[in-house]
């Protein structure tokens, strides 16, 4: 009973209550969006490994109808074969595709319609990461991956809304990065892509609000795919940890049912970004503090093009 005359215990008491009822609210959620994916069609890009293989696994698993793109035709039809074992009941066609052709961009569009006439859900997940220094690298390097990262999704995004504003409703997932809002050393190229992706995703959140498109922007750390191989022990080094592709798929596609704005996937990412927006001579420090010796030459080496 004296407990609870103690301010300190009531608010902790109060705290444990809230995080306990949101939790469940959010199991509730989901178990009641449980059949969201089943019969959506969905564009997903980035297919053929990494985290869209993951996603376009999830997806299937979910019910959902998949066009999937990237340029491997191979690993393409790989995936498609796993996903078509997963679920069988689903239709999945593979359209290779470069993001950053304007005429394959096109076909993908017209195929998803052919085959499907409409399109429920874009998954803009290609992306590419090339490590260096500013002051050495090649500029063609920044300038590709600005193409892939940004230039490639937004463009996409353009030619799938006119079909999902016709049916009135639709679903727009930006793969971002954490590095989206918090910028890192030697990828700066890549961050500086992220960060106008989502900006990208939160203007046009607002620009369609209300005309039944959600928009999500999806904010992941590091996770343990191409992307990271040559970088992974001295991110480690630095407390980051890798993030399984699967649970970024998870988290993505509770983030769509659940209906949420934009995700960061990480706890050290969470606090980075949160530094990044309010003070950003701490993470500035962080750098100066942590960052290993070799993380520029490691950097330097990890491209994923
Ligand atoms: N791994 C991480 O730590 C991390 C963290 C945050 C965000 N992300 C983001 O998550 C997304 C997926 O990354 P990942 O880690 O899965 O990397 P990944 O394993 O290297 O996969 C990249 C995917 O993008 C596709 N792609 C690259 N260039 C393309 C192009 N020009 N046209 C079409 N497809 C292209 C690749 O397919 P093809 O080569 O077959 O074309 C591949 O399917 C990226 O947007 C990345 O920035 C990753």
Redesign the pocket.
């Known amino acids: 009973m004296d407990l609870l005359t103690n301010p300190v215990i009531v608010l902790l008491l109060v705290l444990a209550g809230i995080v306990i009822l949101s939790a469940a609210t959010r199991a509730l959620r989901l178990y009641a969006g449980r059949d969201y994916f089943k019969d959506k069609v969905v564009i997903l890009?980035?297919?053929?490994?990494?985290?869209?293989?993951e996603l376009a696994l999830a997806l299937a698993k979910q019910g959902a109808h998949l066009v999937l793109?990237?340029?491997?035709a191979d690993?393409?039809d790989a995936v498609a074969k796993a996903c078509r074992d997963i679920n069988a009941t689903i239709d999945v066609i593979t359209v290779p595709?470069?993001?950053?052709d304007e005429a394959q961009l096109t076909r993908l569009i017209k195929a998803t319609l052919n085959r499907f006439g409409r399109i429920d859900i874009l998954l803009s997940?290609?992306?590419?990461?090339q490590g260096g220094v500013v002051a050495e690298m090649d500029f063609n390097s920044i300038r590709r991956q600005i193409e892939?990262?940004l230039i490639?999704g937004m463009r996409l995004v353009q030619l799938v809304l006119p079909p999902m504003l016709a049916q009135g409703e639709g679903h727009v997932v930006l793969?971002?990065?954490?590095?989206g809002r918090h910028s890192m050393p030697y990828i700066t190229g890549?961050c500086a892509s992220?960060h106008g992706l989502v900006g990208f995703g939160e203007g046009l959140r607002r620009e369609v609000a209300g005309k039944g498109i959600g928009m999500l922007t999806?904010?992941?750390?590091?996770?343990?795919?191409?992307?990271?191989t040559s970088a992974e022990p001295a991110y480690r080094k630095m407390g980051f940890q890798m993030?399984p592709?699967e649970r970024?798929a998870r988290r993505t596609l509770a983030a769509v049912i659940l209906g949420r704005r934009e995700i960061t996937i990480g706890l050290v990412e969470n606090v980075a970004q949160w530094s990044s927006a309010t003070a950003p001579v701490l993470g500035d420090l962080f750098w100066r503090l942590f960052m290993p010796a070799e993380f520029p030459e490691l950097l330097s080496k990890q491209k994923?093009?």
């Not at 890009?45 to 293989?53: E, H, K, N, W, Y």
């Not at 793969?175 to 590095?179: I, L």
């Open positions: 890009t980035g297919a053929s490994r990494g985290i869209g293989r793109a990237a340029r491997s690993q393409l595709t470069d993001v950053t997940n290609a992306g590419i990461l892939v990262n490639a793969m971002a990065s954490a590095g890549y992220k999806v904010k992941p750390g590091f996770a343990a795919t191409d992307m990271v993030i592709p970024i994923t093009e």
